[in-house]
């Protein structure tokens, strides 16, 4: 079975890793090999991030390993937060101490979108994957609407204010299999894993 280690300390998004997998590979976390130093994410681009943090683990470990970085680009804000997602609120000073991350950033990004009337945006992420000492990308994105306040209480980020195209139920409101089969990261992982049990096959 190949192993890998998945480059990231989020417990919510190893646990959306092994549910897509199906234990079909071994996929470890950084806290399951004692790193628990912060990987940097200081490129200009998601692309950037995601090769920027599978370089960096790679070059500790010597082994297999991939990594992703995540954006929610919206229309009306020519593509913010983007690379900023997980740090939006924090890079102007609008994250109160002690108030949660994700609660910062929803509430900085209804507060920029409080009179637009274009409302679309895209979820997308990007996976690099070191194997066998070459370099992959893999990306998958998902399109649709920015509510004007938060709906549910299941996954993270800006999953609460987050209806995907198609569907009248935000990615909080889904349970972690639903939103599996249409989010962003499950288009990339799946191509990941396609091309994984490919190679496996040879």
């Not at 010597?62 to 954006?71: L, N, R, V």
């Not at 937060?81 to 991350?101: H, K, M, N, Q």
């Not at 987050?162 to 191509?191: C, D, V, W, Y």
């Amino acid at each position: 079975m190949i192993e890998l280690i998945f480059a990231t300390h989020n417990l919510n998004k190893i646990r959306e890793i092994q549910d897509l997998t199906a234990n079909k590979f071994r996929i470890i976390g950084l806290n399951d090999i004692g790193y628990h130093e912060e990987i940097p994410e200081n490129k200009t681009d998601i692309e950037g991030n995601a090769e920027q943090k599978v370089i960096a683990i790679y070059n500790l470990f010597h082994t297999d390993c991939f990594a992703d970085d995540t954006g929610l680009e919206v229309e009306s804000l020519n593509g913010q937060p983007g690379v900023l997602s997980a740090r939006f609120s924090e890079c102007t000073g609008d994250r109160r101490p002690g108030e949660d991350i994700s609660e910062a950033n929803i509430k900085k990004l209804l507060k920029l979108m409080r009179d637009k009337e274009d409302r679309n945006a895209r979820f997308r992420t990007v996976i690099a994957l070191i194997l066998d000492g070459s370099k992959y990308f893999f990306e998958g994105t998902v399109s649709g609407q920015i509510l004007e306040e938060k709906r549910g209480t299941n996954g993270f980020g800006y999953d609460p204010i987050f209806i995907p195209e198609g569907f009248n139920r935000t990615f909080a409101e889904m349970s972690l299999q639903q939103k599996n089969k249409i989010s962003h990261r499950a288009m990339a992982i799946n191509k990941l894993v396609g091309f994984l049990l490919e190679r496996q096959d040879q």
